[in-house]
């Protein structure tokens, strides 16, 4: 393992603080609360936590509506409680992954304050105002712009609108957000995941975009003047150089509008280290499912960066249905180890999210319970994202362990049976079977960084690939079919290493892969 970079060759798990663990019974998880379970990620063997934003935030979009980038929300705790969460993760080998949200504020941070306040403020060109609107839309919903009576402009936002855009153009904001990284750089934090990156800048003229046909406003546009602007690589590569100069820092970008092209376009040397590729989109309107669904977006992936860089994988994040929800009937797990396996044996960093480990499923709310103003927007279309939000469950005591108090969100009525506690004591649990995964990645390299060879399917319903490094073979094989499956093995001896059904030592020419199996085997 010496040769192990941790945010190449781990596993990053992404909390989103407040449903993880409540410290002081105010139904809000906190930072204490992420400490006090910083043994149990350890046994699970991630070795990074991503953070969903801990700053301070009128919450118009649950922390991603940014009133001071370098300070902590008091309901997540103090600034003291953050140094000791990482001094924590760090003792344990974990890593600290923060979240900049740096396209848009808060319409209460007091940049935007001033820059509202009046034509002539000097913070006025920090944000993009103009006398009349283009025809530019938010994605959430509308116009992007709003009108701001007090000096008669109108400012535009990407997302809701108390999250006004950022000119990047302007030398002092670009100066002011790079303070920021070294801030918390300075603090210890070990990398940090870009929010929506590839959206910072704007055509120079703010031109309109072209249209196209599309459902919603924001569809029916061509996005080539609002994002993706070619100002965007000497940014990444400022930021890179800034990142290098602090040892083994990490950064992983959230594209918006997400493309494979666009995983690959802004990741690699002097770029991000590396990307997002999501394995669902539209907030998991679309679940596609399927052995060949998967084998061709690697495939994609694979070709569009030509083996540069390995990109971020994700399976459910606090955006989207998660994949236990998306993937599986009812209770039953067997997808979620399918999607698991993939998940952690595909070519890329895993990322996995609270509780996908113990197949947390999506609560369902009522119209009224809906907090995520995109579901109250979008309602009964989108029900917005506040169904992969919900608190994580530890045991099966009140509130599955996760506060004393209220908490913040409902829970999932299935939390007496589904949770940690519960999935430590059995051998055939999720749990059990993540932790083995990741275990697996650590003691095998080519499952980390090896190469990747897709097996031609000989039957529907079969995923089959090598994983391939100097000194080891790893073959995975996954039946995403209700009947057994048979597949011709490469020549050689093997031996299983994981399997969801009963495996004999040795295997050879051929193996039957009963219902859903999982498999994984290596040869000597
Ligand atoms: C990202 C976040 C999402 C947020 C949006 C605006 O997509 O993941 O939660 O609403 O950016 O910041």
Redesign the pocket.
Known sequence: MGDFLWWRDGVIYQIYPRSFADSNGDGFGDLPGITSKLDYLASLGIDGIWL?PIYPSPDA?????VADHTAVDPRYGTMEDFDRLVAEAHKRGIRIIL?L?L??TSDRHPWFIESRSSRDNPKRDWFLWRDAPNNWAS??GGSGWVYAEKTGQYFFH???KE?PDLNWRNPAVRQAQLEVFRFWLERGVDGFRL??FNAYFKHPDLLDNPTKFGLRRFDRQIHVNDMDRPEMMPLLNEIRTLLDSYPERYSVG?P?VPTIEKTARYAGEGKLHTAFHFFYNDMGLVAKWGADHFRRQMLDLGKASGGAYLPALAMS???SARAASRYCRGEDDANARIAMTMLMTLRGTPFLYYGEEIGLRNISLSRKEIMDP?GKYYWPIIKG?DGCRAPMHWDDSANAGFSTGRPWLKLHPDYKARNVAAQENDAGSLLKFSRRLIALRKEYRALRDGGILFLEPPQKDLLAYLRLSQEQTILVALNFSSRARMLDLPPGDWQPLLSTSTREANVSEKVTLTPYEVCLMKSS
């Open positions: 969903s979009d649950f922390g991603y509506d979240d949200v396209n848009h994605i959430f990407m997302f809701f999250q929010d929506v959230e918006f994040n606090h955006d995109l994202r």
